[in-house]
């Protein structure tokens, strides 16, 4: 059994930045051999995938946050991280963090709202 818990959400105006942490729970091997996700949820609209972290840090990003988003992840603290840079409007959403790709451990989720 994994427990995500994100913080580190808020209001920004478009331009500003944000970082976003995702704490697990559990083992620490268990947590090294897994691959992490962060992915959002826009009202109306399907939760999408953002960016991805392989055991290996292999990293993947959705094209809309390619070259602002980074994802990072510190095996030791179990943690993952969402840098968010040049914020858009159209990245308001709740950001949740998952473990894994298979099962179902999904954080609670952190509101991010930018402004224009």
């Known amino acids: 059994q994994v427990q995500l818990v994100e913080s580190g959400g808020g209001s920004v105006q478009a331009g500003g930045s944000l970082r976003l942490s995702c704490a697990a729970s559990?083992?620490?091997?268990?947590?090294?051999?897994?691959?992490m996700g962060w992915y959002r949820q826009a009202p109306g609209k399907q939760r999408e995938l953002v960016a991805r972290?392989?055991?290996?840090?292999?990293?993947m990003y959705a094209d809309s946050v390619k070259g602002r988003f980074t994802i990072s992840r510190v095996n030791a603290k179990k943690m993952v991280y969402l840098q968010m840079n040049s914020l858009k409007p159209e990245d308001t959403a709740v950001y949740y963090c998952?473990?894994?790709?298979?099962?179902?451990?999904w954080g609670q989720g952190t509101q991010v709202t930018v402004s224009s």
């Open positions: 998952k473990f894994g790709d298979t099962g179902n451990y």
């Open positions: 559990g083992s620490t091997i268990f947590f090294s051999i897994n691959a």
């Open positions: 972290i392989t055991s290996d840090s292999v990293t």
